[in-house]
């Protein structure tokens, strides 16, 4: 165990925190910094809450650039005292809601997407607008991180961390040539062919996968596959309030290729029931020729195979998901984003001197300084652009994944980074039935746009 804890401290090119990233275990830390720049002048405490906990940033870059910058700002503003409550990601979004309901939030906190526009609307969250046009690295972002922050013409946000897929194949390469292929299936038929071969060749399955916490069924599969049959037009007019329904042919087409799939004995019998941190597992033991899960999964498993397995690590290669045969759109995508952003408690603008100090650290947070820690030492993107990065120092496994993450793909949007969390509340739930052979495509779908007109079309 200490080798991996040490692998993974030290390794893997790929790893970030999106809406449905996995932390375990906890930590509060309390430590002084006085901002520098805009928050000269500011003696006092800040409360701080977020989800990247020291377990969490063993090996994930997203979690460990975010926690070496905090570090950072600490140590150069000794008169601020920055309490930092940080908790496990489940964890994190159970407390941070009660605390959003209560009216209770803390000063400093990591919005995710979906909470933009009811918070906003509640007026518990600060209109970060101005501030961001301020910024001093502005011409820098990549603007497009906005988008699930945005409430109209106001942005409530910094898009904090990095961006990462919640969908990528890992397969076993050697394993996949076994089976008659050089490379992943581009094709769910073939898949269904490869899976035949593996069965009469002592294994279960063909692709790992959890849905245990509800969210992996929707984040790491059906958003990317949903996008192959409506087309990225479709979700954002979903978003935008624009006309588009859940109840249309393209999506519940979606919904049904999916059940079909995950009843076809291609993936694990118990994937409703394990987590992505189970599935993942049974990958690196080399039960499962491929699996599915996001870019935190991959770091896992590329870190710890680099080091307890290394002929396997060699075989480690990254593909799409296959494509529907009846599927129009976007073959080559996969869901990418920054699903959390830097907030803001709304009352900060009563106390003018502690806003600036909680400006400051939030520059620093997303800012050029993470983006070229992050880039120099994990090859991944933050909000703040960085000129180039330099994969020669990477290895191949490391450069596979970069480039699948933002050069041979074409990114679609995370579904839950968006809307409102009542409305992915049910489509988790009954989407877990649905794999379960349970239900129809139909009644899930009708079910989905009416928590869609109640919790968020007429608000």
């Known amino acids: ?41 500011f003696s006092g405490a800040i409360e701080m809450m977020h989800f990247s906990t020291s377990e969490e940033s063993e090996g994930n870059g997203g ?88 409430d109209g013409d106001k942005v409530y946000a910094l898009p ?18 076994e089976a008659g292929f050089d490379s992943f299936p581009t094709t769910w038929e073939d898949v269904k062919k490869a899976t035949e071969y593996f069965k009469k060749h002592g294994k279960d399955y063909a692709i790992a996968f959890g849905n245990g916490g509800q969210w992996q069924g929707n984040s790491c599969f059906l958003s990317t596959l949903g996008d192959r049959y409506t087309g990225s037009d479709w979700f954002m007019s979903i978003i935008n309030k624009g006309g588009a329904k859940f109840t249309e042919d393209s999506f519940v087409k979606a919904l049904d290729y999916t059940q079909k799939l995950f009843q076809s004995g291609i993936f694990n019998k118990d994937f409703n029931s394990i987590t992505n941190e189970d599935a993942r597992e049974y990958f690196i033991a ?107 120092k990477f290895d191949r496994v490391d450069q596979d994944f970069y480039k699948y993450s933002y050069v041979d793909t074409t990114p679609c949007e995370i579904y839950d980074s968006y809307v409102d969390p009542a409305v992915w509340s049910v489509c988790n739930t009954e989407l877990q039935s649905l794999l379960n052979g349970s239900g129809t495509a139909q009644k899930v779908a009708a079910d989905i746009q009416k928590a869609y007109e109640e919790n968020y079309l007429s608000k």
């Open 286 to 392: 080399g039960d499962a020729p491929a699996f599915i899960g996001g870019n935190w999964d991959e770091s896992y498993i590329a870190a710890t195979l680099k080091e307890s397995n290394p002929e396997k690590y060699a075989n480690l290669y990254f593909a799409v998901l296959p494509q529907p045969s009846d599927a129009k759109f976007n073959p080559k995508g996969q869901n990418i984003g920054l699903g959390y952003g830097i907030a803001f408690n709304a009352k900060l603008k009563d106390d003018p001197e502690k806003l600036k100090a909680c400006i400051d650290l939030a520059y620093k947070i997303t800012g050029p300084d993470f983006a070229n820690f992050v880039a120099s030492k994990y090859a991944l993107g933050g909000l703040t652009k960085v000129a180039s990065v330099d994969l020669s």
């Open 63 to 150: 979690s460990d650039g975010f926690r070496t910058m905090i570090a950072e700002w600490i140590k150069a503003n000794p008169s601020v005292k920055l309490n930092q409550n940080v908790l496990a990601n489940d964890e994190y979004k159970t407390q941070i809601a009660t605390m959003a309901s209560a009216g209770d939030l803390p000063d400093v906190f990591l919005l995710q997407g979906m909470n933009t526009k009811s918070w906003a609307k509640q007026g518990l969250i600060m209109d970060m607008t101005d501030i961001i046009k301020a910024s001093p690295y502005y011409a820098d972002y990549n603007t497009s991180y906005f988008t699930p922050f945005r």
């Open 160 to 177: 904090a961390l990095t961006g990462g897929t919640c969908t990528v194949v890992i397969y076993d390469k050697e394993m996949w040539k």
């Open 1 to 41: 165990m200490k080798k991996i804890m040490k692998a993974l401290a030290a390794a893997s090119v790929t790893a970030a925190l999106i809406l449905t990233g996995c932390g375990k275990g906890s930590d509060k830390s309390s430590d002084g910094g006085s901002a520098k720049a805009s928050g000269d002048g």
